[in-house]
Nanobody, 120 residues
Framework: QVQLVESGGGLVQAGGSLRLSCVAS??????MGWFRQAPGKEREFVAAMRFFGTSTYADSVKGRFTISRDNAKNMLFLQMNSLNTEDTAVYYC????????????????WGQGTQVTVSS
């Protein structure tokens, strides 16, 4: 079992930055990722990182978001720069035992989410 708790969301103006954090407890040798869900839309992949560092990003965030992790502290991060209103969503941390696929069913564990709101 893995428990995930996100933090770091908030309200920011367009062009600003936020850093999301996710702390994992339980079994932690997992690949991990970030997804987001905007109102009225499906949950979508943002970025993911293997335990040993390989990462992948959605095209919509490449060059603006950076995923990182601190395995010693069981933490995952998402640095979000140049935010725009389309980034407004609830951001979820997720863990997978085997993949950094952008497919939601590949992730077994999910956090409760943290709200990110970008104002124009």
């Amino acid at each position: 079992q893995v428990q995930l708790v996100e933090s770091g969301g908030g309200l920011v103006q367009a062009g600003g930055s936020l850093r999301l954090s996710c702390v994992a407890s339980g079994r932690t040798l997992y690949d991990m990722g970030w997804f987001r869900q905007a109102p009225g839309k499906e949950r979508e992949f943002v970025a993911a990182m293997r335990f040993f560092g390989t990462s992948t990003y959605a095209d919509s965030v490449k060059g603006r978001f950076t995923i990182s992790r601190d395995n010693a502290k069981n933490m995952l991060f998402l640095q979000m720069n140049s935010l725009n209103t389309e980034d407004t969503a609830v951001y979820y941390c997720a863990a997978s035992p085997r993949t950094i696929s952008p497919s939601r069913p590949e992730y077994n564990y999910w956090g409760q989410g943290t709200q990110v709101t970008v104002s124009s």
